[in-house]
């Protein structure tokens, strides 16, 4: 894989500037209007993602200019929302013991207070204070686990037609790890380095963060992409014809 290239490889589209500008605009009015019942924000989520799901995909076809355009969003925005629904499907478990734990501690109080401050209220809150700190530690080794191994079933499904089923395909999504773990370690570092520099856009007064964040989603999409170009065979360097 050329890692240099998943850094460099934005700027070598002649529109570059206005891609860029466009995507963290995208983000920018998301993020102002999140409070909107968060429907903004989702809705920009989906664009974006949607956007750099299309870029991994150039990438690992070999295109010479992997940025698409952003002329049919409409698009762009049924493949991030399909991408979203995904997402949430993926760390489903997790949801459901948050779910859980807030279902237990509803309980916890109302039985704590029914029996008073006694031996009989404090065993039932400290019993269900156990199992709270279990599902905790549960849901945070879920997510660690869930949010390392993601780009696996988000890169196969860029590669796909909006195929939801490639998210609970567990044992697709492991054998597509394991057969290529050392280059999915280098490219799951690739992508915490540049979200950590896409993260100082924050010192612009904070109105550069979304446009750097926006990059940073770029580089992680093109050098998986990479990844699944090797993966297939071929070359990351070859372009198609």
């Known amino acids: 894989m050329d890692i240099g290239k998943s850094f460099t490889y934005v700027f070598e589209d002649q529109k570059w500037i206005t891609k ?3 995507g963290g605009a995208i ?10 019942i ?18 991994t995909k150039n990438a690992a076809e070999g295109s010479a200019t992997p940025l698409p355009e952003w002329g049919e969003m409409g698009n762009l ?13 993926y760390f489903l478990p997790a949801i459901l013991l948050g779910c859980c734990i807030g279902l237990f501690a509803a309980i916890g109080g109302s039985a704590a207070g029914a029996a008073g401050q006694n031996n009989g209220g404090n065993a039932i809150g400290g019993g269900l204070g156990i199992v709270v700190l279990c599902l905790q530690c549960l849901i945070s080794l879920y997510s660690l686990i869930a949010g390392l191994t993601l780009y696996a079933p988000l890169t196969r499904f860029a590669m796909s037609a909006n195929q939801l089923s490639i998210f609970w395909d567990f044992r697709g999504n492991l054998d597509f790890i394991t057969k290529n773990l050392a280059n999915y370690v280098i490219a799951l570092l690739i992508s915490i380095v540049a979200g950590f520099i896409g993260s100082l856009g924050i010192i612009l007064c904070g109105v550069g963060l ?6 940073a989603y770029l580089v992680g ?8 170009r090797q993966s297939q065979g071929q070359t990351a360097t070859s372009v198609a014809p």
């Open 221 to 228: 999409a093109h050098i998986f992409g990479q990844l699944w």
């Open 20 to 22: 860029v500008l466009i």
């Open 210 to 215: 979304p446009f750097t964040t926006f990059w």
């Open 38 to 55: 968060a429907i903004p924000l989702l809705a920009a989520l989906a664009l974006v993602l949607g956007y750099t799901l299309t870029v």
């Open 77 to 89: 925005f049924m493949k991030g929302l399909y991408a979203l629904i995904g997402i949430v499907i």
């Open 27 to 36: 983000l920018f009015v998301g993020i102002l209007f999140s409070w909107l």
